[in-house]
């Protein structure tokens, strides 16, 4: 199945920081998500975008399918931003998502 | 807004227990899925369904099964809990149109003692 890969593993800010996190994937995919999963265990849909760009608030993503990479910005981090990020995708013969291992950011105030 | 409800937030269970882990959507969703999620391993999905009576493996089925006898409700089940299936459980649903997001239950943390 397909492969996902996400960096860094860990990640800490100061609050106000910027950050990049990174999904490699290795088959193109029709489908790709991105997941913030709160302290409490709460897995929150954050982004649906298997190519293309989009903004939402101080957070967006850029998927290159092309080149197989996705990247989630955070801007101007907040302590609420902590926890596990994860990225998610679907090859064209699956149907299912695959998760790659999570990126966990801790804000720190 | 979208809501995928599990019934225990916490259950704790006896080796060789049959054990019950229900999930029920209400946006009239057509997929649900049953994740297991452990540390450093991620999530690993255990079955989905596509459609009322309809159930597809996951990449981990051993020791699993599932029921979906109405759209609305996706069960699991530990026919005999055993040690190693204690984990968080996490429930999922999705629209079944193609390109659709994922949403999630607040997850079942089941230890099997």
């Known amino acids: 199945g397909i492969q996902v890969e996400q960096s860094p593993p860990d990640l800490i800010l100061q609050e106000g920081a910027n950050s990049t996190l990174r999904c490699n994937f290795s088959?193109?995919?029709?489908?790709l998500q991105w997941f913030h999963q709160n302290p409490w265990g709460q897995l929150i849909n954050l982004f649906y975008?298997?190519?293309g760009t989009k903004q939402n608030g101080r957070l967006s993503a850029t998927t290159v399918a092309t080149e197989r990479y996705s990247l989630l910005y955070i801007s101007s981090s907040q302590t609420t931003d902590s926890g596990v990020y994860f990225c998610?995708?679907?090859?064209?013969?699956?149907?299912?998502?695959?998760f790659g291992a999570g990126t966990t950011v801790t804000v720190r105030a | 807004d979208v809501k995928v409800t599990q019934s225990s937030r916490y259950l704790v269970k006896r080796t060789g227990e049959k054990v019950f882990l229900e999930c029920v959507q209400d946006m009239d969703h057509e997929n649900m899925f049953w994740y297991r999620q452990d540390p450093g391993l991620g999530l690993r999905l255990i079955y989905f369904s596509y459609d009322v009576k309809m159930k597809e493996k996951g990449d981990i089925p051993e020791g699993y099964s599932v029921s979906r006898e109405k759209k609305e409700r996706f069960s699991l089940i530990l026919e005999s809990a055993s040690t190693n299936q204690t984990s968080m459980y996490l429930c999922a649903s999705s629209s079944g149109t193609g390109g659709e997001k994922l949403f999630f239950g607040s997850g079942t943390q089941l230890s099997v003692l």
């Open positions: 088959d193109s995919v029709n489908n």
């Open positions: 975008i298997p190519s």
């Open positions: 998610a995708v679907e090859g064209p013969t699956d149907y299912k998502l695959s």
